[in-house]
């Protein structure tokens, strides 16, 4: 966070500190509209990428351009500063990739089978609208990509229905780490 700050003057407010700090394998968060999760989880993903050099990270959502919002974050960011834009190279197709250092970040849809996914091993994945991934793709896909690397997994939606992101929402909260409301 002081580096975010420190980087491009960004502040996160109390909740986003607390979810930006945890250091879980499988990091939710759960929250509504205007919380600022795109710009937290782009925050996230370029400092990740900044501390932990020749790392991979792929940002993931149910479609491509919900995956281009994250990622244009983290690209604004990147080339907005003095600091990052002389290590950043973007490449845009033919999916949105951004090397950072020797670290790469890159968007990807999980479609209907994540099928798009598939063959790609990653230190990170962040899904976006997790509640809206099929449970299917996460397990089946998402969850390999990331057991190569002892991946970690960061999950961030509005609440949807009762399916893998409910369940591990509920699994942090029985942990006793991040954010203790309920779903709607």
């Given at each position: 966070?002081?580096?975010?700050?420190?980087?491009?003057?960004?502040?996160?407010?109390?909740?986003?500190?607390?979810?930006?700090?945890?250091?879980?394998?499988?990091?939710?968060?759960?929250?509504?509209?205007?919380?600022?999760?795109?710009?937290?989880a782009a925050v996230d993903a370029i400092?990740?990428?900044?501390?932990?050099?020749?790392?991979?990270?792929?940002?993931?959502?149910?479609?491509?351009?919900?995956?281009?919002?994250?990622?244009?974050?983290?690209?604004?960011?990147?080339?907005?500063?003095?600091?990052?834009?002389?290590?950043?190279?973007?490449?845009?197709?033919?999916?949105?990739?951004?090397?950072?250092?020797?670290?790469?970040?890159?968007?990807?849809?999980?479609?209907?089978?994540?099928?798009?996914?598939?063959g790609h091993a990653a230190d990170r994945?962040?899904?976006?609208?997790?509640?809206?991934?099929?449970?299917?793709?996460v397990t089946e896909v998402i969850a390999?990509?990331?057991?190569?690397?002892?991946?970690?997994?960061?999950?961030?939606?509005?609440?949807?229905?009762?399916?893998?992101?409910?369940?591990?929402?509920?699994?942090?909260?029985?942990?006793?780490?991040?954010?203790?409301?309920?779903?709607?």
């Open positions: 966070l002081e580096l975010a700050d420190l980087i491009w003057g960004w502040k996160a407010h109390p909740t986003q500190r607390e979810w930006l700090l945890c250091d879980a394998q499988t990091k939710v968060a759960s929250c509504g509209r205007r919380w600022g999760k795109t710009e937290a400092t990740y990428a900044l501390t932990r050099p020749g790392s991979t990270q792929i940002i993931v959502a149910p479609t491509y351009d919900q995956s281009r919002l994250i990622f244009g974050t983290v690209e604004r960011l990147a080339l907005g500063s003095a600091v990052t834009r002389p290590q950043a190279k973007v490449t845009r197709t033919p999916y949105p990739r951004i090397t950072l250092a020797s670290s790469v970040i890159m968007a990807r849809t999980a479609d209907e089978d994540g099928r798009n996914l598939r994945v962040i899904v976006d609208e997790a509640a809206y991934v099929r449970d299917s793709v390999p990509m990331l057991a190569d690397r002892n991946g970690r997994l960061v999950m961030i939606s509005t609440p949807f229905g009762k399916n893998h992101f409910y369940r591990a929402f509920l699994k942090g909260r029985e942990q006793g780490t991040g954010n203790r409301r309920e779903p709607d």
